[in-house]
T-cell receptor, first 113, second 115 residues
Framework: SQQGEEDPQALSIQEGENATMNCSYK?????LQWYRQNSGRGLVHLIL?????REKHSGRLRVTLDTSKKSSSLLITASRAADTASYFC?????????????FGAGTILRVKS | DAGVIQSPRHEVTEMGQEVTLRCKPI?????LFWYRQTMMRGLELLIY????????DSGMPEDRFSAKMPNASFSTLKIQPSEPRDSAVYFC?????????????FGPGTRLTVT
């Protein structure tokens, strides 16, 4: 079952604009991760934010986490055509071995040049 | 590092045939995950291993699916007999799971088509 639900399902913007994707989840988490998937490829890890963090930056990426609302957002600033991909949030609620992740349905981002 | 290696990249088979998907995780990683991705159901975790031991196989759809990890550098996912509804992209991922939580590294996937 999917714990994370992304919003919107699809997003189309012009190159240079910012893109914001949201993720909501249902249970308590250890951390939340965002992944990107280019067409026909495997997922690539972008950024991880722990449950005790509220904001994190990595290059043009900014992630926020609100555990009281059980939600997260991913902001991509100054988007490029190469950012066109599907973006997934994944929640880690495991308390034991490994880091079992539950992925959302994803947001399809299209950046037009 | 070569990353997670999966083979074959594409597999086309007829209903009823046995299918074996293979995965080589990143050296040094101690957790391995098998996922299935379809348009209808998204990305589903089938099974994961920690230190070669299956920890959670609750996502394995039926007894037709089985997975093994005989050593730290190799895992297989087998479907016997295969059915058209098994058509999907199957991903293997690995991670270094320790006291904290770490990102997963995905392979390129195997696109399975069962006719």
């Amino acid at each position: 079952s999917q714990q994370g639900e992304e919003d919107p399902q699809a997003l189309s913007i012009q190159e240079g604009e910012n893109a914001t994707m949201n993720c909501s989840y249902k249970t308590s988490i250890n951390n939340l991760q965002w992944y990107r998937q280019n067409s026909g490829r495997g997922l690539v890890h972008l950024i991880l934010i722990r449950s005790n963090e509220r904001e994190k930056h990595s290059g043009r990426l900014r992630v926020t986490l609100d555990t009281s609302k059980k939600s997260s957002s991913l902001l991509i600033t100054a988007s490029r055509a190469a950012d066109t991909a599907s973006y997934f949030c994944a929640t880690d609620a495991s308390g034991g071995y490994g880091n079992k992740l539950v992925f959302g349905a994803g947001t399809i981002l299209r950046v037009k040049s | 590092d070569a990353g997670v290696i999966q083979s074959p990249r594409h597999e086309v088979t007829e209903m009823g045939q046995e299918v074996t998907l293979r995965c080589k995780p990143i050296s040094g990683h101690n957790s391995l995950f098998w996922y299935r991705q379809t348009m209808m159901r998204g990305l589903e975790l089938l099974i994961y291993f920690n230190n070669n031991v299956p920890i959670d196989d609750s996502g394995m759809p039926e007894d037709r699916f089985s997975a093994k990890m005989p050593n730290a550098s190799f895992s297989t996912l087998k479907i016997q007999p295969s059915e058209p509804r098994d058509s999907a992209v199957y991903f293997c991922a690995s991670s270094l799971a320790d006291l904290g939580s770490y990102e997963q590294y995905f392979g390129p996937g195997t696109r399975l088509t069962v006719t």
